[in-house]
T-cell receptor, first 113, second 114 residues
């Protein structure tokens, strides 16, 4: 597609439940990025992929967060045993190779109660 | 560790005014800098991307400049309109790879009064 698609738009989970978010990058883009926006305008990088390979995972809280980008499937970000502080908007972005613009999806708002 | 600062956090101007939004970064070893716009409850819209070798980029009423050595970028908005009201964020990509992560500033929330 011509835009980054993210589903669902909103997700509500009780503390301790699992949450799974999906991202379909722009067709032809090889790189996918996940960011977390916790407070207003505080963006935190989580992880990036080059095709199905992890490119940079330095921002991932690995004990509960995991992500995948498999061929012919949307990329996913999964949070096991959600905590209150995981409440945030999670943005996915994609780009072509070599330093071109990152295009962002509309985000998934996760609320942990 | 790269830090990106945008001051002030909020700005209110009358319609028609030309304005400059500032962005500074602590580590000048950047690959490029990107300016985004975020409307309330929405995702990010990319406005301009400046490569580290460039001095400025223009798109319509927007002009972004980059002074890499001093760690500064500005976004100039000409003849501001109420529709320009949004939060403007700058983000830098380090010079460690073409597609590494973006480090964001906290944004400037702009309000253009009719």
């Amino acid at each position: 597609g011509e835009e980054v698609a993210q589903t669902p738009k909103h997700l509500v989970r009780g503390e301790g439940q699992k949450a799974k978010l999906y991202c379909a990058p722009i067709k032809g883009h090889s790189y996918v990025f996940w960011y977390q926006q916790v407070l207003k305008n505080e963006f935190k990088f989580l992880i990036s992929f080059q095709n199905e390979n992890v490119f940079d995972e330095t921002g991932m809280p690995k004990e509960r967060f995991s992500a995948k980008c498999l061929p012919n499937s949307p990329c996913s970000l999964e949070i096991q045993a959600t905590k209150l502080e995981d409440s945030a908007v999670y943005f996915c972005a994609s780009s072509q190779s070599s330093g071109l613009t990152q295009y962002f999806g509309p985000g998934t708002r996760l609320t942990v109660l | 560790k790269q830090e990106v600062t945008q001051i002030p956090a909020a700005l209110s101007v009358p319609e028609g005014e030309n304005l400059v939004l500032n962005c500074s970064f602590t580590d000048s070893a950047i690959y490029n800098l990107q300016w985004f716009r975020q409307d309330p409850g929405k995702g990010l819209t990319s406005l301009l991307l400046i490569q580290s070798s460039q001095r400025e980029q223009t798109s319509g009423r927007l002009n972004a400049s980059l002074d890499k050595s001093s760690g500064r970028s500005t976004l100039y908005i000409a003849a501001s309109q109420p529709g320009d009201s949004a939060t403007y964020l700058c983000a830098v990509r380090p010079d460690t790879g073409a597609n590494s992560k973006l480090t964001f500033g906290k944004g400037i929330t702009l309000s253009v009064r009719p």
